[in-house]
């Protein structure tokens, strides 16, 4: 005996919903609403629930994680900024007082290898961030 279809499910949708639902119906090549609402519901991956929560998480980790490396590359801005200016402000020391010349040259290495350490961190945000766009988009969303 085959199936009955005698259970009736009823949605009220909005314009945004109908438009949505019907890119769905489109994708799954469903010939109408009831043959698409029967594949969702028949696709395990879909609704036992783990993929919209995995799917949910990977999205606000991925937010959270550009987020940080965001403030991160503000932060570098900010660090190479300030070593500009204290290298300046060295230079017109070392020209006012060069009988120094050791500590002016022992600073000014400091200087230079925090910059170096920044450019370097800058540079590594730069491929963490690539590497994350990347990801996204092979697995299927770029706009997140």
Not at 125 to 133: F, M, R
């Amino acid at each position: 005996m085959p199936k009955v279809k005698r259970n009736l499910v009823q949605v009220r949708l909005t314009d945004d919903q109908l438009k949505q639902f019907d890119s769905v119906k489109q994708i799954l090549h469903a010939e109408n609403n009831s043959d698409a609402i029967r594949q969702l519901i028949s696709d395990k991956k879909l609704t036992d629930g783990t993929t919209q929560e995995a799917l949910t998480q990977a999205a606000n980790q991925y937010t959270d994680l550009s987020a940080k490396l965001d403030s991160l590359m503000w932060n570098s801005s900010n660090i190479t900024n300030n070593v500009n200016q204290v290298a300046h402000v060295l230079n017109a020391a070392a020209q006012a007082d060069p009988e120094d010349v050791d500590t002016w040259n022992w600073v000014m290495q400091q200087l230079q290898a925090i910059a170096t350490n920044n450019n370097q961190l800058r540079q590594l945000v730069d491929e963490v961030k690539h590497c994350l766009s990347e990801g996204r988009v092979i697995h299927g969303s770029p706009n997140v």
